[in-house]
């Protein structure tokens, strides 16, 4: 499971078993956990964030969203 990063608390990775997926990242903090499609920041699911959360997430992935796709695509293309 690559962890992207942690920041604020929050937790963004991804799980090596995930093929056939758009890119995508999972987040958690506090025992809550949300996925977002990486490319268009769009919540795929949503467990116990707030909105007010949820809009900070999207600032973060938005932020390092370049750097989330480019560790995606070297995980999931590389032989």
Do not use: C, Q
Request: hydrophobic share 35%.
């Amino acid at each position: 499971m690559p962890v992207l990063l942690r920041f604020k608390g929050y937790r963004f990775y991804f799980f090596s078993h995930e093929f056939g997926e758009p890119p995508h990242v999972h987040v958690d903090k506090d025992g809550k956990t949300a996925k977002f499609w990486i490319e268009s920041l769009t919540v795929v699911r949503n467990r116990r964030f707030t909105p007010l959360e949820l809009r900070e997430i999207e600032r973060i992935i938005s932020r390092y969203r370049l750097d989330f796709l480019r560790r995606w695509n070297d995980y999931f293309d590389d032989p």
